[in-house]
């Protein structure tokens, strides 16, 4: 069994390296790495993602679509593959995601609009700020919230995927949100959501300050938390 993953693995390269150089159609070479997104091996999918995500610009309309397939784990190779390129024609198809049937898939679309920091994606990422799914997922992708890391998969859930993105934009109309959710009890969000409105800067700081009295230990301590990432 393992020498047929290493197999797969070792055909997937070959088909990202090799083929591009020998005039094999760039269409049908990014259709093929989409259909590995398939692949019951998630190093395959993985590998997959990460050859599309190479190719750039001339794979996002098939990015795109395939944010539609029935297969879950292409759409969540597609999502990331997108959020890796960052091409703002794919802003509103990954908005569409975040209504996706299936949270890991809503997520990632999530993490993908963070990296664009276009602001048509405030509203919707506030309003996966409430998603009431706390499950959290370890995702074996290398996670969109770190440059300098290709060995750190992500761990997260919606809310907190989405709370990073905000903190991505910056845009002010995520302040109160992210205070709101501060203030909730999913004891996985507190770090993220501090995180966040810091990025926002001095417009979410008068906010904040006016939270430190709460009569919560646990939010005043988050919020402390929060304060303390201001330079």
């Known amino acids: 069994m393992e020498y047929q993953k290493s197999k797969l693995i070792v055909i997937l390269l070959f088909i990202s390296f090799f083929l591009p150089l020998i005039g094999y159609p760039q269409t049908e070479y990014i259709d093929t790495l989409i259909q590995k997104l398939k692949d019951k091996d998630s190093n395959v999918r993985r590998n997959a993602s990460e050859a599309i995500a190479d190719i750039g610009t001339p794979a996002v309309d098939a990015l795109i679509k395939t944010l539609k397939d029935d ?5 969540i190779g597609a999502a990331w593959a997108l959020g890796k390129i960052n091409d703002t024609h794919a802003v509103e198809p990954l908005i569409a995601a975040l209504k996706d049937e299936k949270p890991v ?5 999530a993490e993908a609009l963070g990296k664009t920091k276009d602001v048509r994606a405030v509203e919707p990422l506030i309003a996966a700020l409430n998603d009431k799914n706390r499950i959290r997922f370890f995702l074996k992708y290398q996670t969109l919230r770190k440059q300098d890391s290709k060995e750190r998969m992500a761990s997260t859930n919606v809310r907190s995927s989405a709370a990073w ?16 959710a501060l203030k909730d009890t999913d004891i996985y969000g507190g770090s993220v959501f501090a995180e966040a409105l810091s990025k926002i800067g001095t417009p979410a700081l ?14 005043r301590k988050r919020v402390a938390r929060a304060l303390t990432l201001y330079r």
């Open 165 to 180: 993105a905000l903190g991505e934009i910056k845009d002010t109309r995520a302040i109160k949100p992210l205070i709101a």
């Open 206 to 219: 008068e906010t904040l300050i006016s939270t430190i009295k709460d009569k919560d230990p646990e939010i």
């Open 105 to 109: 898939v809503q997520l990632m679309a």
């Open 71 to 75: 297969n879950f784990h292409c759409r």
